[in-house]
Structures are given as C-alpha cells and as structure tokens.
C-alpha cells in the first residue's frame, strides 16, 4: 500500500534503492510507524540521505498522504460558500480530547452522509460539519480524531508540517540565491604562499614540542588568491526570464573578495568577436593577450538561439560563433558554462553544440559546486 509513496519520492528526485526501501517496510512491520505522524519520520530518516533531501521528502510525502487524516483539498470544492459561512467565527471548546464513536476507517464516508443531511451552522455538539464541541467533522473542537473541514491545523500532523515546506533552503537543486552563491565562491579561492614572510605561531609550537621544549620558530609566506576570475554573462532575448538571476550572480561574483583580479562582460546569446559591458565595448583578441591560464572564466547563459546565429559565419568576420567560444576555452581552458534552464530541456541543437566546446551545468547549488571543483 505504500508504493505510490515510493513512485512520488523518486519523481521529486530521491534516488530510493531496494535496500532503503525494504528497510523502510521492516520499521512498519516491527511496529515503528502507527500512524502518519510516526510514518513521515520514519520515511524521513530511512529514505533521505541527507538534509538536501528534506524538501523533496516532504513534497513526495503529501503527494501520496495528502487527505489521509485530514482532506483540505480534497474539500475544497464540497465547501460552497454556505459552509464557509458555517464555519468562519469558531466557537472553542476547552473540553477534554474525547474518543468519537467513528472508526477512523469509516470517517470519509460518514462525513459524506452528514454533509448531504446538514441544513444550517453548527457549533458544539458532536454530531454535524462545525466548529467546537466534540464532533470529529469540522475544526477547533476536542475529538481525538477525525476529519478537520476549514480552518487551521492546531496538532500540528505530519501532513501540515510537510506542507510547510521548511526545508526549501537546503535542496541543492534549487535556483541560487546572493548567499549561496557567495558560499560556493569560496571553494574556487586558491590560497598560494606568494607574500610576505610572517611567523607560523601553530607550526612553531608543533615544532617546539617536537623538540622537547627548544624553541623552533617557523617562517611561512602569507597565503594569496592568484586566481584571475572572468564573468561572462548572456544579456537580453531569451535571457530576459533569468535576467534577475543574472543580476543576483554577478552581484555575488563582484562581492567576491581574495581574487587577483575579476571582470565582467556581456554578450548576446553567442560573442561575435567582442565583449561588451556598460561603459565600453573590447574586442576578445585583445582581451585574450592579457588573459592567461591562471584566469577561470564562468559563462553564464541559456545557449539557445537560432542555429545559424552559432554555426555559420558573420557578416564581418569568417568566425562563427562557436568558434569565438572555442578560441576563448582554448587559452583559458579552465572554463564552465552555468546554464539556468533546466537540464531536461538541453537538446536543442545550440545547447548541445555549446555543450561540447566548454563543459555546462545546471545554475543550481548543485551544478555551481561541480562547476567550481571543475575550475580548480
């Protein structure tokens, strides 16, 4: 019964193997999970193999629950306006949790019978669709279980929690925000002995009690980023849907700090043998005379355009653009290409045709990580 589980998390992207899910099923055999409460949780810790799993967890998990305990949506359409009347106002109770006389496994149907019968507002009592009382249908009342209509959760069930969605921050397939982008950054900073001497005092004391208490001092070069970082951005036509992630990343990559040097550029869908920014235009010969293998260029742009515009020559020139790509990987081979459309959607044949001339990946927390250990 719990397979439609199983088929959600894996289309929510949880790579569940066999043995992760056997043993799932062998906690619900010993007794682990009794209900959806203990279920979620018990899911959660077999199932996700780390916290970056969490909101895709709890999305597969509503996907397959979602009206088990209790039917927000299922509802939606069965609360006409009359019963909203109904049940805007509630009346508390501070009652006791009570026992209703309903199995749990016969509550649906019963709340279909009392919502076909039921002619006016109810508050109290344990009978009709209504708030207070002890009825097990409606909300803001004492029964121990039952089907809550309208209003809002006060048990907190695993059902709403997972609706919640508090995980969202931790997926790493997620658009990047200033933040993560900065994190990420700094994995690409490569610090090298180049500057001044200065006193190691840690690897002074390790020396020291090496040596039986006799002072050793310990001289190190102060450590400096001499990487060279170049942005080169897609601006304008199909980037115009993106254009607030463009702004967020090179905001992030300006801020950067410990980089020998950072530029950026722009260009329109594919370089036609100049970069341009907002206070002039260069032309990419001459800025492939300064640059050098020490720089890492960061492309960041959808690649999809009209073939012709990457495969054939210009009016100008007998380059074509993927050529101008090409020149530039050649003498900065340390380069990636950050893509913000989703990988699914990559077999267009510019896309496939950038793909092969500089290494892509997805403009995710996930894909930027792999890019950067590329570039290192």
């Given at each position: 019964?719990?397979?439609?589980?199983?088929?959600?998390?894996?289309?929510?992207?949880?790579?569940?193997?066999?043995?992760?899910?056997?043993?799932?099923?062998?906690?619900?055999?010993?007794?682990?999970?009794?209900?959806?409460?203990?279920?979620?949780?018990?899911?959660?810790?077999?199932?996700?193999?780390?916290?970056?799993?969490?909101?895709?967890?709890?999305?597969?998990?509503?996907?397959?629950?979602?009206?088990?305990?209790?039917?927000?949506?299922?509802?939606?359409?069965m609360l006409?306006?009359?019963?909203?009347?109904?049940?805007?106002?509630?009346?508390?109770?501070?009652?006791?949790?009570v026992e209703p006389d309903i199995p749990i496994d016969e509550l649906m149907e019963e709340l279909q019978k009392r919502l076909e019968e039921q002619k006016k507002r109810h508050d109290g009592g344990n009978r009709w669709v209504g708030t207070g009382g002890r009825s097990p249908f409606g909300h803001s009342g004492r029964a121990s279980h039952g089907v809550r209509v309208g209003g809002e959760s006060k048990n907190r069930s695993a059902i709403?929690?997972?609706?919640?969605?508090?995980?969202?921050?931790?997926?790493?397939?997620?658009?990047l925000n200033i933040r993560d982008l900065q994190v990420?950054?700094?994995?690409?900073?490569?610090?090298?002995?180049?500057?001044?001497?200065?006193?190691?005092?840690?690897?002074?004391?390790r020396r020291t009690v090496d040596n039986g208490g006799e002072i050793e001092l310990d001289f190190q070069r102060e450590k400096k980023n001499r990487l060279h970082l170049v942005?080169?951005?897609?601006?304008?036509?199909?980037?115009?849907?993106?254009?607030?992630?463009?702004?967020?990343?090179?905001?992030?990559?300006?801020?950067?700090?410990?980089?020998?040097?950072?530029?950026?550029?722009?260009f329109h869908n594919v370089p036609y043998g100049r970069f341009f920014s907002e206070k002039k235009t260069e032309s990419i010969v001459n800025l492939l005379t300064e640059w050098?293998?020490?720089?890492?260029?960061?492309?960041?742009?959808?690649?999809?355009?009209?073939?012709?515009?990457?495969?054939?020559?210009?009016y100008h020139s007998d380059m074509r653009g993927i050529d101008?790509?090409?020149?530039?990987?050649?003498?900065?081979?340390?380069?990636?290409?950050?893509?913000?459309?989703?990988?699914?959607?990559?077999?267009?044949?510019?896309?496939?045709?950038v793909s092969r001339v500089v290494d892509m990946y997805p403009l995710t927390l996930e894909g930027l990580s792999e890019g950067i250990q590329q570039l290192r």
């Amino acid at each position: 019964m719990f397979t439609l589980l199983l088929y959600h998390l894996r289309h929510q992207g949880i790579l569940v193997g066999t043995h992760e899910w056997l043993t799932f099923l062998k906690g619900i055999r010993l007794g682990i999970a009794f209900d959806v409460d203990s279920l979620y949780q018990l899911g959660r810790t077999v199932l996700c193999k780390s916290e970056s799993d969490f909101d895709a967890y709890d999305q597969g998990f509503v996907e397959a629950f979602e009206g088990v305990e209790f039917a927000d949506v299922l509802f939606d359409e069965m609360l006409h306006k009359e019963l909203q009347k109904w049940l805007e106002n509630p009346k508390y109770t501070d009652d006791d949790l009570v026992e209703p006389d309903i199995p749990i496994d016969e509550l649906m149907e019963e709340l279909q019978k009392r919502l076909e019968e039921q002619k006016k507002r109810h508050d109290g009592g344990n009978r009709w669709v209504g708030t207070g009382g002890r009825s097990p249908f409606g909300h803001s009342g004492r029964a121990s279980h039952g089907v809550r209509v309208g209003g809002e959760s006060k048990n907190r069930s695993a059902i709403s929690v997972a609706g919640e969605r508090k995980w969202q921050a931790y997926r790493k397939d997620t658009a990047l925000n200033i933040r993560d982008l900065q994190v990420v950054l700094k994995q690409l900073r490569q610090l090298t002995p180049t500057g001044e001497w200065a006193l190691d005092i840690e690897s002074t004391i390790r020396r020291t009690v090496d040596n039986g208490g006799e002072i050793e001092l310990d001289f190190q070069r102060e450590k400096k980023n001499r990487l060279h970082l170049v942005l080169l951005l897609d601006s304008g036509g199909s980037m115009e849907p993106h254009a607030r992630m463009v702004e967020q990343f090179f905001t992030a990559f300006s801020e950067s700090k410990g980089f020998k040097s950072f530029q950026s550029w722009h260009f329109h869908n594919v370089p036609y043998g100049r970069f341009f920014s907002e206070k002039k235009t260069e032309s990419i010969v001459n800025l492939l005379t300064e640059w050098t293998v020490h720089h890492r260029v960061v492309w960041v742009g959808d690649a999809c355009m009209a073939p012709y515009e990457l495969f054939s020559p210009t009016y100008h020139s007998d380059m074509r653009g993927i050529d101008w790509i090409q020149r530039v990987v050649e003498k900065c081979p340390k380069s990636i290409w950050l893509n913000p459309e989703t990988p699914r959607f990559w077999n267009h044949p510019t896309i496939e045709g950038v793909s092969r001339v500089v290494d892509m990946y997805p403009l995710t927390l996930e894909g930027l990580s792999e890019g950067i250990q590329q570039l290192r």
